[in-house]
């Protein structure tokens, strides 16, 4: 079986769907490719994420090593802080209508991002169904209908998270980190919406680990490619702006390899039938501060 890529695009913030998410679609369209897009709906407070620095092991190491400041840039670390968060669904509902009107499937990432990433393990479960509710409500805005899919901020889950996507008759998520397709049980407890997690590292666990650099980093991806699924996250704020060049390299030796690209969608349809329950916990991977959920045996 030759390697299979589904693409998710997970986009953060208001620059990331300002300027990247339309590089992407250019991107796409013109390798004839279709990816699952994930829109923060709600205020871009990503200037609170400084937060992490106190409270998250290695955060400040990480955002030194990834240039954080040179890729997000100023105005973005300063919203929610010492500027006003933008709105980001009701200030970029065109571009995110132009992604499904393109081919790509679009589900809802998060409303807060921050809030979600950095609060979720202490949220009751209303405050879990507010901040879901009030993106679909943003999403039923400027599509009209309903979303069929969720993919949480930093693979970040709880109990009450799980049970509002199940709440919400969701064909599928994609919250975790693992290997395949699985029905997540969390704590003993069965969940009904099928996980697709993410089987790749991303870009920033990469860059300046194990002397890993911008000229190495796809010929590591590629060692790391396998027969069947795999599901590889990019970031619009990266792959569509600050580390667009080496994308479009990586996509180029991908389809000389022979991959096959497909969405989120069509994965859950060709590799879900008959996936088995998996317990889902939270744990650390190599790059990343804080924790994300994991898939496990």
Known sequence: MLPVIALKVDVDTFIGTRDGVPALLDLFRRFGIRGTFYFSLGPDNSGKAIRRIFTRKGFLAKMIRTRAPSVYGLRTLLYGTLLPPPMIGARSGEIIRRTEQEGHEVGIHCWDHVKWHDYLPRMLKPTVALEMGQASAVYEEIFGHRTKTVAAPGWMVSAASLEVQDALKLEYSSDSRGRAPF??????????????????????????ENGITTQTLNDHYLSLITPGLNVLTIHAELEGKATAAIFVDLLERLTALGCRFITLAEAAVEFGKGAPDSPLSMGEIEGRAGVVALQGT
Not at 185 to 207: A, H, I, S, Y
């Open 183 to 208: 029905y997540p049980v969390w704590e003993g407890r069965r969940f009904r919406t099928l996980q697709l997690p993410t089987t790749l590292p991303t870009t920033d666990e990469l860059l300046g």
